[in-house]
């Protein structure tokens, strides 16, 4: 049987390991070691010659184990099933955070005088990232608004100077925290009209709402995608950790500048997205189905004013986006509440089962008021422009049984 013809919930047991490697254990061991010993002087010198590109090795050839900064078994083995997992990616590089994906993937594609544009809302990490470390190395952050469509992007970027210094489009879809979709191959369509012979203008999208599962960023004609992996990746609120996925051309790129910044996953880090990465599809199957559930709960309920989810559409533009990009409307639901900041606090401070927590895509469901959360961070002014308001809640559903779920929102509300 051809593996790669699978599916790849089937190969997250077995595939990229040999239990012969390790006494017959079913599960990978956790390589929880700094460095590796070399058979040779020459192997340990070959070595270096690949990693410091001195020689380059045979297509589909791998390099040997050095030192965890550079390799490490528990990082190979997570990278190669991620890699089959995204449609469309042929290698993986996994970090201690998504930030550290996202940071070491910008610092490679961008240098001093050039530009990002990104879609807006960002994840907050992001946003800061772009707008206050980059501007420190003269790289511009230029930022287009949810309901811009190409032509107003074209303007923009004509107005703004910036048009033969972007080289990275940076999109991040559905936005956070309320559900707005950035149309990705508008994205790459603006990145081809804005590349020159000389010079490729790089997508890259952040697919941790919707990925790998729901959304194929990389089949739509981006670069890369990058992941907190903290979320539904590892889904089950006890790792921090990222990635990157894309051609091997452009991971070897990202790999390259991890070995030298430093933010690879550790060992352990890399053994528990690997336990992980067996349960992802069940885990996000049924979240997807409990969501659907609690959004319909939620939008007969008297209290609850306005449903943010992707089983109803009020705009014609966002249903055709979803349509064209997404295959479920997901596990995170956005709502709010008739009233404001008191309303919301005395129903999150009622819940029992239903965590008062930020992050989200784990299997406890887990609730926040963003305004004075994940938000606080965001001027007033912003927070206006893209509706988080005072009465909205964001709910991330986990794999509770969804009465369960129901009846400690009824309570609650009550
Ligand atoms: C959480 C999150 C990040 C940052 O990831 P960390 O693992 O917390 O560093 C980036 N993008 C999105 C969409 C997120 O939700």
């Not at 058979?39 to 390099?63: H, I, M, Y």
């Not at 550290?100 to 879609?119: C, D, F, K, Q, W």
């Not at 940076?170 to 009209?193: H, Q, W, Y």
């Amino acid at each position: 049987m051809d593996k790669l013809k699978m599916q790849p919930e089937s190969l997250m047991m077995t595939f990229g390991y040999n239990p012969e490697w390790s006494e017959g254990s079913v599960k990978t061991p956790i390589f929880q070691t700094s460095t590796f010993v070399f058979r040779s002087a020459q192997e340990g010198k070959d070595f270096f010659e690949v990693l410091t590109g001195k020689r380059q090795l045979p297509e589909g050839q791998s390099n040997g184990l050095v030192y965890s900064r550079f390799n490490n078994p528990n990082l190979e083995i997570v990278e190669t099933r991620l890699a089959i997992y995204e449609k469309g990616g042929e290698d993986a590089c996994v970090f201690e955070s998504g930030m550290a994906a996202i940071s070491t993937t910008m610092l490679e594609y961008l240098r001093p005088g050039e530009v990002v544009l990104h879609s807006n809302p960002l994840y907050g990490g992001s946003d800061s990232f772009f707008k206050n470390i980059l501007s420190r190395y003269n790289i511009g952050a230029l930022g287009f608004m949810p309901d811009d469509n190409e032509e107003d992007i074209m303007k923009l970027i004509e107005a703004s100077d910036a048009k033969d210094k972007i080289s990275v489009i940076f999109v991040e879809t559905p936005a956070n925290p309320n559900n707005v979709l950035i149309d990705i191959e508008m994205c790459v369509r603006i990145a081809k009209k804005l590349s020159t012979p000389e010079k490729k203008v790089y997508v890259v999208a952040d697919n941790t709402y919707m990925g790998p599962i729901w959304q194929h960023p990389l089949e739509m004609g981006c670069d890369m995608v990058v992941y907190s992996a903290t979320k539904y990746i590892g889904g089950h609120s006890d790792i921090v950790a990222g990635v990157c996925i894309g051609s091997k051309k452009e991971i070897a790129r990202v790999k390259k500048m991890r070995s030298n910044l430093g933010g690879m996953s550790g060992p352990h880090t890399a053994w528990l997205m690997t336990r992980s990465l067996e349960t992802l599809n069940l885990r996000m199957e049924r979240q997807c189905e409990n969501a659907k559930v609690l959004a319909k709960y939620l939008r007969q309920h008297p209290k609850v004013e306005k449903v943010y989810y992707f089983d109803q559409f009020e705009n014609a533009e966002q249903e055709r986006i979803y349509k064209n990009q997404c295959s479920e409307p997901g596990a995170m639901i956005s709502f709010d509440l008739k009233g404001g900041e008191k309303e919301c606090f005395d129903f999150l401070d009622k819940l029992q089962l239903i965590k008062l927590a930020v992050s989200l895509g784990s299997t406890e469901s887990l609730i926040q008021h963003p305004y004075s959360m994940t938000h606080a961070g965001v001027p007033d002014a912003i927070k206006a422009q893209i509706n988080v308001t005072e009465k909205l809640i964001r709910f991330s559903v986990g794999v509770e049984n969804p009465k369960d779920l129901i009846s400690d929102i009824e309570q609650a509300l009550a």
